[in-house]
């Protein structure tokens, strides 16, 4: 399974920036997706998270109100969308699945998109 994350950039406080990834290879019946990320100095982080048939989200609290997670499954692509951004939403951003309908692992990952978020 591929994962190809793409849309970071650099953008100003305050302004938006789309992420997307798509999934490529061996498919699966069902999955789950998430969005991590990972700042310089610090550890990765959980940002979202969507479960196959879209019917469940979740989110940091960090990122709550202001990014929303959503995908679409004939596009085998994941989309989070990113507005009001803060400079501490800077990062490296990582798509990841998890097979299955149920979020237990995430079992493949992207290589990552920067976003960087200037003052």
């Known amino acids: 399974v591929q994962l190809q994350a793409c849309g970071g950039g650099l953008v100003q406080a305050g302004g938006s920036l789309r992420l997307s990834c798509t999934t490529s290879?061996?498919?699966?019946?069902?999955?789950?997706m998430g969005w991590f990320r990972q700042a310089p100095g610090k550890e990765r982080e959980f940002v979202a998270a969507?479960?196959?048939?879209?019917?469940?989200?979740w989110y940091a609290d960090s990122v709550k109100g202001r990014f929303t997670i959503s995908r679409d499954n004939a596009k085998n692509t994941v989309y989070l969308q990113m507005n009001s951004l803060k400079p501490e939403d800077t990062a490296v951003y990582y798509c990841a699945l998890a097979p299955g309908t149920t979020i237990l692992t995430y079992d493949y990952w992207g290589q990552g998109t920067l976003v960087t978020v200037s003052s």
């Open positions: 290879g061996r498919t699966f019946s069902s999955y789950g």
């Open positions: 969507i479960n196959w048939s879209s019917t469940s989200t």
